[in-house]
């Protein structure tokens, strides 16, 4: 912590020197000093931090107490997040999409290679786990168990690089719209409206622990590598990058997956009886008697599966001058089409003839 201390005198009885009347002020006796201030004014201001370090990448600070700020208004969200029931979220599902041509099979080990990176940051290595557990289910529970702690890292990591591809799409399709003269066909809000969602899940986890300088760090140099990857790869092939996006979200739907099923199963006692953090509350506006955190998580791999069946389809369309199918008005609202919310889900995308 901080302090600003200062000290004003309106009189001394005696000329002694700046330094000498400071060490006084500072705690000397005195009379020792030899002079005696008529007032002595101390005014102290404590500006209180809630700082941890965590040098190794596994230490991190969980359920951050939320800080009394005045100066922070509560506002709407710039995007009312879409209605999901229970039974659209139960029924979310782990689902891949085959490559069919070399786009997708660069996407594809692009996608693989992130992950790599993000089971290394969190300790995450579920196939190794899964190997040991059929032969000693104790020992692979002990060296490859993931715990609160692991996911959070595993998410906030996860969610801090996620929204930029929407981000940069959304930005060079802009400048490319303006340098065109041409409008965009209704993709620019979509891609940023996903951004805007991932943040808010960054947001979310945020409240739940405060990555320390060494997370921060890592954040901060896969984020500049991240954003210029996608704003070279989205300028050579955005089709490629839609595809690569889906991909990543199928992993998203994997992870959250398996921490719903680690929860059901009694392994994150901590969560099982968390309730959700009130920004996730108002983002999401759950109902009472579901504010759970694995109700949160429900949501959020819900997001992320929606995530997923946009990318894939907007890897299958022409990128130049398709609409976007997410934003257009059907003319027979009953026949199945691509909506916001998860009433049509299909996981590996919308095919371009289903569509147009």
Not at 104 to 119: E, I, Q, S
Not at 258 to 276: F, S
Request: aromatic residues 10%; hydrophobic residues 35%; proline residues 5%.
């Amino acid at each position: 912590m901080y302090s600003s201390r200062t000290a004003t005198t309106t009189a001394f009885s005696t000329g002694r020197s700046a330094s000498t009347i400071l060490k006084t002020l500072s705690g000397g006796s005195p009379s020792s000093v030899g002079f005696r201030p008529a007032t002595v004014v101390f005014s102290q201001k404590w500006t209180p931090t809630q700082q941890f370090h965590s040098t190794p990448s596994t230490q991190i600070k969980e359920f951050f107490p939320e800080h009394d700020n005045p100066s922070i208004r509560k506002t709407e969200a710039s995007w009312a997040h879409p209605v999901y029931t229970f039974d659209q979220m139960n029924n979310v599902s782990i689902a891949h999409r085959e490559t069919r041509d070399w786009s997708d099979r660069v996407a594809k080990l692009a996608a693989r290679t992130l992950r790599m990176g993000l089971d290394f940051v969190s300790g995450y290595k579920h196939d190794k786990a899964i190997a040991l557990n059929a032969k000693d289910p104790a020992a692979a529970n002990q060296k490859y168990g993931m715990t609160e702690k692991k996911y959070l890292i595993r998410n906030i990591f996860l969610e801090s690089v996620a929204g930029v591809p929407g981000s940069v799409a959304g930005i060079l399709r802009h400048l490319a719209s303006m340098r065109r003269m041409k409008r965009d066909n209704g993709w620019i809000e979509t891609l940023l409206e996903e951004s805007y969602n991932e943040r808010m899940h960054l947001l979310i986890f945020l409240k739940m622990g405060e990555p320390g300088w060494f997370m921060r760090l890592m954040v901060l140099g896969a984020q500049g590598v991240f954003f210029n990857a996608m704003f070279l790869s989205y300028l050579i092939s955005p089709r490629t990058c839609h595809r690569f996006v889906g991909y990543i979200e199928e992993e998203a739907v994997i992870t959250y997956t398996r921490e719903i099923a680690d929860i059901d199963a009694g392994k994150l006692p901590k969560w099982a009886k968390m309730q959700a953090p009130d920004i996730a509350i108002d983002y999401y506006n759950l109902p009472e008697g579901r504010r759970s955190m694995r109700d949160l998580l429900l949501h959020i791999r819900a997001d992320e599966a929606k995530h997923r069946e946009v990318n894939h389809t907007l890897g299958n369309l022409d990128q130049r001058e398709d609409p976007n199918p997410f934003a257009s008005v059907y003319k027979d609202e009953g026949r199945p089409h691509p909506r916001k919310d998860l009433k049509y889900l299909k996981p590996h995308g919308w095919e371009r003839e289903d569509v147009l």
